[in-house]
């Protein structure tokens, strides 16, 4: 199985912020890696898809990269709707998700 | 618009047998392979099950193989998870995802629609 390791697990900033998170996949997945976000009591939200595109819909202050086994997810500015858990997701092999960043406002 | 609407969780005693439905519309049902994932109480999203647009290939967690079904009806546009051997580690929220692209072979793309998601509890 691949595992998928996100840091850091949460995170506190300012409106305008930019906030990066990492994923590390325990092999080589490509660019087989999705970023997701979900609200509370919400199901995730489909926003980078194969490590850097932008999903239709998603602003573009949401943005990705990476290949191979390291990746990062960026919110250039951070807006207040953007609080939240961000999981990253592979699925080179069968699917498996990051254990999720809680981001914060402060 | 695509609509995905899960149905027929509960609280099922450990060993107990459930069995989880998503009913689909606003695309081509048959042509997109879909999947389960759960999430536990306060945890983090966990794929469970995947299954492809013809219904002929499915795949399994490890956690789950030999206890959960997956299963499609084309006719009926609708998304089946059959739940046996029920354990307390099964309690989780589980939601079913449409995979973005047509031809993906069931875990195998990213999930670009979910369910609102359902609650299974497994406890005596």
């Known amino acids: 199985d691949i595992q998928m390791t996100q840091s850091p697990s949460s995170l506190s900033a300012s409106v305008g912020d930019r906030v990066s998170i990492t994923c590390l996949a325990s092999?080589?997945?490509?660019?087989?890696l999705n970023w997701y976000q979900q609200k509370p009591g919400k199901a995730p939200k489909l926003l980078i898809y194969d490590a850097s595109n932008l999903e239709t819909g998603v602003p573009s202050r949401f943005s990705g990269v990476g290949s191979g086994t390291h990746f990062s997810f960026t919110i250039s500015s951070l807006h207040p709707e953007d609080i939240g858990t961000y999981y990253c997701q592979q699925y080179d092999h069968l699917p498996s998700f990051g254990g999720g960043t809680k981001v914060e406002i402060k | 618009e695509v609509q995905l609407l899960e149905s027929g969780g509960g609280l099922v005693q450990p060993g107990g047998s459930l069995r989880l439905s998503c009913a689909a519309s606003g695309f081509t049902f048959s042509s997109y392979a879909m999947s389960w994932v759960r999430q536990a109480p306060g945890k983090g999203l966990e794929w469970v099950s995947g299954?492809?647009?013809?219904?002929?290939?499915?795949f399994y967690a490890d956690s789950v193989k030999g206890r959960l079904t997956i299963s499609r009806d084309s006719s009926k546009n609708t998304l089946s998870l059959q739940m046996a051997s029920l354990r307390a580690d099964d309690t989780a929220v589980y939601y079913c995802?449409?995979?973005?692209?047509?031809?993906?072979?069931?875990?195998?793309?990213?999930?670009?629609?979910w369910g609102q998601g359902i609650l299974v509890t497994v406890s005596s």
């Open positions: 995802a449409k995979e973005r692209v047509v031809s993906c072979g069931g875990g195998s793309c990213p999930f670009d629609y």
């Open positions: 092999q080589d997945v490509g660019v087989y």
């Open positions: 299954i492809s647009g013809s219904g002929l290939s499915t």
